[in-house]
């Protein structure tokens, strides 16, 4: 039991609830559940429940700046319509900070076999090969305004707030999970990450029709645990 301790009030004596709420469930034993449910939290992709507070008069998403780098002088953001977001781009289980942009979408076929190409030269050089290159050439004529370029995303120094990046990581990930609930139902077929050598995911049947749980529990299938927290979805298939 946690009680309101003299330094949780303000200069008036006044107390915010929403603090102490925080500090309650900010509380270790909460955060990762009990100890000895260790062993199954290991089992978990995400495993840990961050809790945020809000002040009054602070939006949502108010911290979420960056900075994009890899852009030559007059050339930015706003004139760039075409975004690639690479799985290749970056390394196996580390956060996306690398993409691939230029001016305009672009599907003739040159430059649908230019997305084909190894990695180390997909978006290298210029799109000179496009059908259209005889708009974008430069004055230079080795360039054009419609190569691709990667860009780099940073944190920008002092504004970006990584409780606001966590909360729109939180938003997008439930929203694929309520995507993914709308188009799951018995037989139909999924797919999930698999942690196997050979198999990146496996595919399942549908048996069951998403559910939200009510209450953290553990799922026992095939000898295997599955902890899921209270509010989650899950389904189960075959
Ligand atoms: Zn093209």
Redesign the pocket.
């Known amino acids: 039991m946690k009680r309101v301790e003299s330094h949780d009030r303000d200069e008036n004596g006044l107390v915010s609830l929403a603090e102490v709420c925080h500090k309650i469930l900010s509380d270790p034993e909460r955060r990762q559940g009990a100890k000895s449910h260790a062993k199954r939290a290991k089992n978990r992709k995400i495993d840990e429940r961050i809790y945020l507070v809000r002040p009054v008069g602070i939006s949502s998403g108010e911290g979420l700046k960056f900075i994009y780098k890899g852009f030559e002088k007059d050339d930015g953001l706003r004139s760039n319509y075409h975004i690639r977001a690479d799985p290749e781009l970056f390394e196996k289980n580390t956060r996306p900070n690398n993409i691939a942009m230029r001016r305009f979408p ?3 076929q ?2 649908v076999d230019k997305m084909m190409e190894p990695i180390a030269t997909r978006y290298t050089g210029p ?1 000179n090969m ?3 290159w005889g708009i974008f050439k430069k004055g230079d004529g080795k360039t054009g305004y419609n190569d691709w370029k990667l860009i780099s995303l940073l944190p920008k120094p002092k504004l970006y707030k990584e409780e606001d990046d966590l909360e729109a990581l939180e938003v997008a990930v439930h929203g694929i999970g309520r995507r993914m609930e709308d188009q799951m139902h018995v037989d139909r077929f999924g797919a999930y990450i698999a942690d196997d050598e050979q198999y990146d995911y496996y595919l399942f049947k549908c048996t069951v029709a998403p559910k939200q749980v009510d209450k953290d529990e553990v799922f026992e299938f095939d000898g295997n645990e599955f902890p899921v927290k209270e509010g989650e979805l899950y389904w189960e298939g075959l």
């Open positions: 672009c599907f003739c040159p430059c799109s496009c059908i259209y």
